[in-house]
């Protein structure tokens, strides 16, 4: 399978704990998004790359959350100090401006995270 | 913060029958794509629209966008089970993130 990838698909931590999730994009894709997603909600993204590039992080980043990609191919996504408001479902996505129309972003699983 | 809103927030019609759904978005837009999200495969990317087209088919599906009124449809011909999913607008201005709506929750019945 050569699609995105995420693990671990699901992760239940107690509050104040720190959690790491990992993505593995589609390998001949350049730009990778990570999104969280809650209940009944569409998917609200985070931050987003540009090979190792971090570009683009949204206000709902908080302090801590940090995201990387150190070699412009997997991402991890680390949240620190987890509150029960962290609960989502975590969605990364790739996409490459070489493939069809460009920006259609293929998305992974998701990793859903409960925070007690 | 979701930019688009769609409408209806849910819809449930017999299998066969046509479905369409809304969506409202507020900033200028580069385009904007339908997504369907399910349990079985997760969000999948269903069609892009861009900005200076005004109408788009794809098998059953048809799009249209109104950049004046901000606004986009999503028609689905003859509905199957396998249609039942929820389906979000998504705009783009750049290559940055997209940003989705609340959703139509779509129910086909058999």
């Known amino acids: 399978d050569t699609g995105v990838s995420q693990n671990p698909r699901h992760k239940i931590t107690k509050r104040g704990q720190n959690v790491t999730f990992r993505c593995d994009p589609i390998?001949?894709?350049?730009?990778l998004y990570w999104y969280r997603q809650t209940l009944g909600q569409g998917p609200e993204f985070l931050t987003y790359?540009?090979?190792?590039?971090?570009?683009?992080k949204s206000r709902l980043l908080s302090d801590r959350f940090s995201a990387e990609r150190p070699k412009g191919s997997f991402s991890t996504l680390e949240i620190q100090r987890t509150e029960q408001g962290d609960s989502a479902m975590y969605l990364c996505?790739?996409?490459?401006?070489?493939?069809?129309?460009?920006?259609?972003?293929?998305f992974g699983p998701g990793t859903r995270l409960t925070v007690l | 913060s979701q930019q688009g809103e769609e409408d209806p927030q849910a819809l449930s019609i017999q299998e066969g029958e046509n479905a369409t759904m809304n969506c409202s978005y507020k900033?200028?837009?580069?385009?904007l794509q339908w997504y369907r999200q399910n349990s079985g495969r997760g969000l999948v990317h269903l069609i892009l629209?861009?900005?200076?087209?005004r109408e788009k088919h794809s098998g059953r599906l048809r799009v249209t966008l109104d950049t004046s009124k901000k606004s986009s449809s999503l028609l689905i011909t003859a509905s199957r089970a396998a249609d039942t999913a929820s389906y979000f607008c998504?705009?783009?201005?750049?290559?940055?993130?997209?940003?989705f709506g609340k959703g139509t929750h779509l129910i086909i019945q058999p």
């Open positions: 629209i861009r900005s200076n087209e």
């Open positions: 390998s001949e894709h350049n730009r």
């Open positions: 996505a790739s996409s490459s401006p070489l493939v069809g129309q460009g920006n259609e972003q293929f």
């Open positions: 790359f540009q090979n190792e590039a971090q570009l683009e």
């Open positions: 998504a705009t783009v201005r750049g290559a940055d993130g997209l940003t």
């Open positions: 900033t200028s837009i580069n385009n």
